[in-house]
């Protein structure tokens, strides 16, 4: 499985450049091409491929790196299935 993190555009004020849907259409555009295996993440951060134990996200002060973030967004997935 691969992650890519998109960077939505921000004034020096940190307020979006774009409109929500601009945004949303954005993000379902690109992740209609991706592969099956590729999950998108769009954030007010640059867009790179990530992987291994590269360190990615920070969620109340603990950092977690892809592999975490994967076994997170499983568990999630086999979560919601069982929720239906």
Do not use: F
């Not at 954005?26 to 640059?46: A, M, Q, R």
């Not at 990615?56 to 002060?61: E, K, L, T």
């Amino acid at each position: 499985m691969n992650i890519l993190h998109q960077k939505i555009p921000i004034n020096s004020n940190g307020e979006n450049l774009l409109k929500l849907k601009e945004i949303a259409r954005i993000h379902e555009s690109i992740k209609n091409v991706l592969p099956k295996d590729y999950i998108l993440i769009t954030s007010p951060t640059d867009i790179i491929k990530i992987d291994g134990d590269l360190k990615i996200i920070n969620i109340d002060c603990k950092e977690y790196s892809y592999n975490e973030l994967i076994e997170i967004i499983e568990k999630s997935e086999m979560y919601n299935g069982l929720c239906k």
